[in-house]
């Protein structure tokens, strides 16, 4: 992200991935580019960051589309909710069982 030099306006990223959670790679991004907005998703029920949008999974194109317009019409992201949620995230012992 640090070789792109265009705007990032959105990050729609998973909560859970393989290699870094969709939450540090939010306030990794933020530190760089403070106006990019954030819109969470998961397939995992337990999942309830909040103070950050978080679209559960499964869902149509018609609801993806309605959260993306929502979240560019909204205010910046806070790094300060990115921060106290993945603080949340890595501090609790939730057990994680897959919705679908």
Do not use: C
Request: avoid cysteine; hydrophobic fraction near 35%; glycine fraction near 4%.
């Amino acid at each position: 992200m640090r070789e792109f030099m265009g705007n990032i306006h959105l990050l729609l990223t998973d909560v859970t991935m393989p290699e870094m959670d969709g939450i540090t790679l939010a306030r990794h991004l933020l530190a760089e580019r403070p106006s990019t907005r954030v819109l969470l998703m998961s397939g995992y029920s337990d999942v309830q960051p909040s103070g950050l949008p978080l679209l559960k999974k499964p869902f149509s194109r018609e609801h993806l589309l309605e959260e993306v317009e929502r979240v560019l019409a909204g205010a910046p992201t806070e790094p300060s909710n990115v921060a106290r949620v993945r603080d949340r995230w890595r501090t609790s012992d939730i057990r994680h069982t897959e919705s679908e």
